[in-house]
Structure formats: C-alpha cells, structure tokens
C-alpha cells in the first residue's frame, strides 16, 4: 500500500463520517456529533500529511506537524492551514469530555446544538479541503 492509496483511504472513513454527524445532530446526539467530527478531522488531516510523505503521528492533534511542514501543502492557502489547525486544536480539547465527561461535566447536558452546528462545519470544511488538497471529489473516495 503506498502513501497516496493509504491517503484516500484515511479520507474515505473520513467522508463516511459526515453522514453520521448529521443523523446524531438530527437525534440531538450534541456531544456525539462532536466527538465522531473530532475523529473525522483527525482522519482527513493525517490523510493531508500521509498525501505529502509525512507519517502521522499516533497523537490526536496534528496541528503542530501541519504548521511545521506548511511548505509540502501548495494547495493550501494560509487561510485554510489556518482553519484547518482552529478545527482540529478545538475538536482534540473536547474529544475526551465529548464521550465520556466528567464527575462535573455531563456531555448530554453541556454540549449545545451550537457547539454540534460549529463541528460539523468544521468538519465538511476540514473535508473538502483534504479532499481538493489530495485530488479527490466528495463521494468518490
């Protein structure tokens, strides 16, 4: 399997993902629509880097490696490496109490149809510009 194929396949669980976060919003599911956005970032992003020749790492937030290797991304503007950290910096600090809380934090009670709108844009745009970056069109990966 070659970087590039393993890329696609990173996006294309990825892409499955989006239909997922729209029947949790529909169910009022707030705190899962913003955990499975979380793991769909992470998926679409590491597929940027495996794209490029970069291996992700085993961690949650590859921000830092994004903005480290910004040169190997030519199809990004600043802007979008720029959103592209905001989602995926945001999405890591709430994956852990998006899913499983707190003694002080119920995730059903906090999490607000908001904060799951805001994560599922995150993710379609997070998507969309992995998908252009790679050379893939939505629903064809």
């Known amino acids: ?3 590039d194929s393993l890329a696609r396949s990173y996006l294309h669980k990825a892409e499955v993902r989006i239909d997922v976060l ?4 529909e169910k009022l599911a707030y705190s ?11 998926l679409a992003l590491k597929a940027l880097l495996r794209h490029v020749g970069i291996e ?7 921000s830092t490696i994004l903005l480290d290797h910004r040169n190997r991304f030519v199809a990004l503007t600043d802007a979008d490496l720029e959103r ?3 989602a995926s910096v945001w999405l890591r600090k709430e994956r852990e109490l998006s899913f ?7 995730p059903t009670e906090r999490y607000t149809r908001d904060d799951a709108t805001r ?6 745009f997070v998507l969309g510009v992995a998908g252009r970056a790679i050379g893939v069109q939505p629903g064809s990966s």
């Open 1 to 3: 399997m070659t970087n």
């Open 22 to 25: 729209d029947l949790l919003l």
């Open 32 to 42: 899962d629509v913003v955990r499975e956005a979380q793991e769909l970032v992470e």
């Open 56 to 62: 992700p790492p085993k961690w949650h937030d590859v």
């Open 84 to 86: 592209l950290v905001a």
């Open 100 to 106: 499983y809380g707190d003694v002080d934090f119920i």
């Open 119 to 124: 994560a599922i844009e995150d993710a379609r």
